[in-house]
């Protein structure tokens, strides 16, 4: 959750991505209502979810006036099979990677890019993950 008057990025991305009309067309109906911040998917959710977090966050240098900030976030791709987890890592990373002076949700994006994809998936359990990190910078004027 973001200090009061600050924009709550992992919530504009969450609001981004759900309003994404190729990410809603990823073949699952009501793709947008699987999408979730950390630590709000359900105990028993329907897949694939994308669950949404805030690594960490850089301010920028504090000699200067810029009211910028740098944010690592993360979209977790949990789906019940490999290619529909990596499909949806790759779609999310299109949608995402390359955005420059566009408001999403209450941020207004600076720049971000895609800082990489990592898979982690164990054969005890039937499900496929995909790690997809970016890098956000956008201003933080209030």
Do not use: W
């Not at 959750?1 to 190729?22: F, H, N, R």
């Not at 630590?39 to 000699?63: A, C, M, W, Y």
């Amino acid at each position: 959750m973001a200090s009061p008057g600050l924009p709550d990025i992992v919530q504009a991305v969450i609001d981004y991505l759900k309003a994404d009309t190729e990410l809603a067309a990823y073949g699952v109906p009501a793709l947008g209502d699987h999408i979730y911040r950390v630590g709000e998917i359900p105990s028993f959710p329907q897949f694939p979810v994308i669950e949404i977090s805030k690594v960490d966050n850089l301010r920028g240098d504090h000699t200067s006036t810029s009211k910028n900030s740098t944010t690592r976030i993360q979209c977790t791709i949990t789906a019940k099979n490999d290619p529909d987890a990596d499909g949806l890592t790759e779609l999310v990373g299109h949608r995402l990677d390359c955005k420059t002076n566009t408001a999403i949700g209450t941020a207004y994006i600076i720049q971000s890019f895609d800082a990489g994809v990592t898979s982690d998936h164990s054969p005890k359990i039937p499900l496929y993950v995909y790690h997809r990190d970016f890098r956000i910078m956008y201003s933080v004027r209030i």
